[in-house]
C-alpha cells in the first residue's frame, strides 16, 4: 500500500511541475520575454500551428506556422529588434489558461493538453484566438524542455490576420 501512495504522490508532485511549466512559459510570452522562453527548448524542438483541424501530417500538409530553432530565434529577434518598425508599438499579448492535463507522463517524457484564450493587441486592434496547446516535453539537465509545441486553432478555417506573438 505504501508503494502505491508513494507512486501516486510522485506522479502529483510531476504533474503539478509539468503544469508550472506550461503556466510559467505562458508567463513569459504575456511580460515579452521571447529570449528567456527560447531556453525552454530543446535544441530539435518544433513549434507547430496546423492550418486544418485535427491535421497530423507537419511535414507533408500545409501548416499554418512550423518553425525549427532556427526559425524561432529569427522571429524572437525580429520581435527584440529595435528596427522592427511594424512592432512600433510592439504587439501584446495575454494567456488565459484551462489547467492543464496530463496525457502521458514517463521519467524523461509527458505530453500534456492545455485549453486557452490567447488575446493578441496592437494599437486598437485586439483579436481572440481559442485554442489547444499540446506540449511534448522531455526531461534534459533536470529541467523540463519543448521538444514539441503544437497548437490548434479553434478555427483554423477561418480567415484572419497576422498573429505576431506566439500563442
Known sequence: MNDVMTAEATRGTAAQEIADFVHDEAWLLDDGRFTEWLDLWTPEGIYWMPLDWKQQDAVHETSLLHEDQFMLRLRVERL????????????????VLNRPRVLELGEDRAKVVTQMHYVETRLD???LLAVTVTHDLVRQDGRWKMALKRVDLLNSDAAFGNIQLLP
Open 80 to 95: 527584440n529588434g529595435a528596427r522592427t518598425f511594424s512592432q512600433k508599438p510592439k504587439s501584446r499579448c495575454h494567456h
Open 125 to 127: 486592434e485586439q483579436f
